[in-house]
């Protein structure tokens, strides 16, 4: 069944959803959407690294995330710049960082445009096993933090006094967040992962009840939209991760129109 | 209750950011079964003591002192649930732990928020959210109840029943009960102790039993008078911008003295204490926002 190219991307693709879901709605929760860029932009230096070392790409594109992820906690503590523009001086200036070291290597001949949007077509079994590897890693590791990061997520002072040690939590959830960039990147590029990050979780919000059923829904709906995106991008032959992105900005929009009755109905009650 | 084991102890503690202590020389014990009471003005550091005591910050000098394998219970002064987050009251309830359902039941109808069990705590107004938040910190059943400003936003007769609940919930509990008054001048009547903090303790003790005064009662009626107590505390020294201070009779030196009773809440405008303690309340205190 393998065999079979574009059940390969399918497979691959509705992998890399199922654990961008939930680790997405952490990433819309604390409005940390710009630090999720910040990491996939430094994955072009992981993949410049990894020519230059040259080592495996998925490991290099972690080390440098994870790398990443750890200075800004430093960086926060110390506090001399706000969030953003910490954020904002991490990116891009990894980002430029892997462009300029790539091209220093001038006997490497790789496709930019692959790494920047994904290719997901091109997807082997050996990546098919990374994703679903690294990704049970990811959901049994969140699956055990769940509580604590939840709670941290509320309100981090709350979950430190109580005993929910929140650093720890939050520590954690930086490395399961460098580990899917670094097994998303093939699927969608760099450029457009946060995406599958937020959107989905963002068409869940409408409809969950609670925070452990937006995370289901959101896995749910990465999936729909990979599915979707990828039957569209063999319709019209456009290029498949920027069209899992189109289909997961139409499912939300679609949300939008279905829930109008629901926020309508929440405005009238938080009016009286 | 003297020879019972402290929940926490403050000695001396301190905390210091950018060159500027907020609070200092803190000397501070909560034992079970004793309410303890912070007052004092914005900015005066409650709330950094109450989180010093709870070990969300480490002192920079003195030391903090807990029981091994205290179980807390917290309200914090502001917690900002954010809109993208579907959190039930329900939910909210177990945040830091599961909480059985008799408890919980038990909890939500003490605090008179049954009816918003499946309410999403963002559309809740302060006075239902600050009910939630006790309501989540009791069912707990902790050692160590601290409570920053618990009223806040709640109407006066519910703050007489929450005052009233808070105390039984201490005999029930045995529970020591760490609180930070929204008040200047009034506190909980079951409070065993009242600490007022200026950057540093100006004077502790019991509330004094002006509750029971004719005055009084005509103002707030007969029934507030089992809740609710006026702490009264004359000032007799006033802290210059210059860090040195100036006593009653006009002398002025580098420090003030343990002798010295409490003094005027601001150092450079100096106010009638009524007058700040309106604007305590409205300006919902930016008090301890350190860390």
């Keep these: 069944m393998l065999d079979d190219f574009f059940v390969r991307a399918l497979v691959a693709g509705v992998g890399v959803a199922v654990v961008a879901g939930p680790l997405g709605c952490f990433i819309v929760w604390r409005r940390l959407a710009y630090f999720g860029d910040t990491l996939s932009h430094a994955a072009l230096l992981g993949v410049a690294m990894a020519f230059l070392l040259e080592m495996n790409i998925t490991l290099a594109v972690f080390i440098v995330s994870a790398v990443v992820s750890v200075t800004l906690l430093l960086l926060q503590r110390r506090a001399t710049l706000s969030s953003d523009s910490l954020l904002g001086l991490l990116a891009h200036s990894s980002l430029a960082l892997g462009l300029v070291v790539l091209a220093f290597m001038t006997w490497v001949r790789i496709d930019l445009m692959g790494f920047l949007f994904g290719d997901i077509l091109a997807v082997s079994k050996p990546d098919i096993a990374v994703i679903y590897g690294g990704g049970a890693l990811i959901l049994l590791v969140l699956a055990l933090i769940w509580n604590r990061l939840f709670a941290a997520t509320v309100n981090r002072e709350l979950a430190e006094a109580e005993g929910m040690n929140p650093d720890g939590a939050n520590l954690v959830f930086m490395l399961l967040m460098a580990t899917v960039i670094a097994i998303a990147m093939k699927i969608v590029g760099v450029l457009l992962i946060t995406a599958m990050l937020i959107i989905p979780a963002a068409t869940a919000r409408r409809f969950a009840q609670g925070p452990e059923q937006m995370a289901v829904l959101a896995a749910v709906i990465g999936a729909l939209s990979v599915t979707g995106g990828l039957y569209g991008s063999l319709q019209w032959d456009t290029p498949s991760g920027p069209t899992i992105v189109v289909a997961a900005l139409a499912l939300f929009l679609l949300s939008l129109s279905g829930a109008a009755a629901r926020i309508a109905r929440f405005t009238t009650k938080q009016g009286e | ?291």
């Design chain 2, 1 to 291: 209750m003297k020879e019972l084991t402290p929940l926490v102890s403050l000695s001396s503690a301190g905390i210091e950011r950018a060159g500027r202590w907020l609070v200092r020389n803190v000397d501070l014990t909560v034992r079970p079964g004793e309410i303890v009471t912070l007052i004092g003005p914005n900015g005066s550091g409650k709330s950094t003591t109450a989180k010093m005591a709870l070990g969300v910050l480490r002192p920079d000098e003195g030391a903090v002192e807990r029981k091994s394998k205290l179980r807390v219970g917290y309200v914090p002064q502001k917690v900002a649930v954010d809109w993208t987050l579907p959190l039930t009251v329900e939910r909210f309830m177990h945040l830091t732990g599961r909480i059985p359902v008799a408890e919980l039941d038990n909890a939500l109808a003490r605090t008179n928020i049954s009816h918003l069990r499946q309410a999403e705590v963002r559309v809740l107004s302060g006075g239902e959210f600050q009910r939630a938040m006790l309501a989540r910190a009791i069912a707990r059943k902790p050692d160590l109840l601290v409570l920053d400003e618990p009223v806040q936003g709640v109407d006066y007769s519910g703050e007489i029943a929450l005052y009233e609940l808070i105390g039984s919930i201490r005999q029930e509990l045995g529970c020591g009960i760490l609180m930070i008054s929204h008040d200047l001048h009034v506190v909980m009547a079951a409070t065993d102790q009242v600490v007022c903090l200026n950057g540093h303790v100006c004077c502790q003790g019991a509330p004094t039993t002006v509750a029971a005064s004719p005055e009084y009662q005509r103002l707030f009626g007969t029934h507030s008078a089992s809740a609710i107590a006026v702490y009264e505390h004359h000032h007799d020294h006033t802290h210059l911008p210059d860090g040195r201070v100036r006593h009653a009779d006009g002398s002025i030196t580098e420090h003030c003295h343990h002798e010295d009773g409490h003094h005027d809440h601001d150092s450079d405008h100096q106010k009638d204490p009524e007058v700040m303690a309106g604007e305590e309340k409205t300006e919902k205190g930016q008090a301890g926002h350190a860390g």
